[in-house]
């Protein structure tokens, strides 16, 4: 079963920064789509960011200008680079491939934006 690891999340005070990674046990992220989600508490779940096999991006209005969704597929590995950081990116990110998702998804990573 394929495995969804994302890490780099952490607590940062606003107009930090941080880089996130969803590493994949084996290549499933090539030729697929990849996305970020995050859920906020007490929010439902939230596509953030996107990446097509071809590399290009899509964003979320909110985060447009502040996050860049990339990947390296000899790692296996999307990244979500975070500037800007607000109070309003508090939540956990997931990672997951699109159309068809995988059915376990990662434990995601607590991103926490507070002074």
């Known amino acids: 079963q394929v495995q969804l690891v994302e890490s780099g999340g952490g607590l940062v005070q606003p107009g930090g920064s941080l880089r996130l990674s969803c590493a994949a046990s084996?290549?499933?992220?090539?030729?697929?789509?990849v996305d970020w989600y995050r859920r906020a508490p007490g929010k439902q779940r939230e596509l953030v960011a996107r990446i097509n096999p071809g590399g290009s991006t899509d964003y979320v209005d909110s985060v447009k200008g502040r996050f860049t969704i990339s990947r390296d597929n000899a790692k296996n590995t999307v990244y979500l680079q975070m500037n800007s950081l607000k109070p309003e990116d508090t939540a956990v990110y997931y990672c997951?491939?699109?159309?068809?998702?995988?059915?376990?998804w990662g434990q995601g990573t607590q991103v926490t934006v507070s002074s």
């Open positions: 084996r290549n499933i992220f090539n030729p697929n789509t």
């Open positions: 997951n491939t699109f159309p068809k998702p995988l059915a376990s």
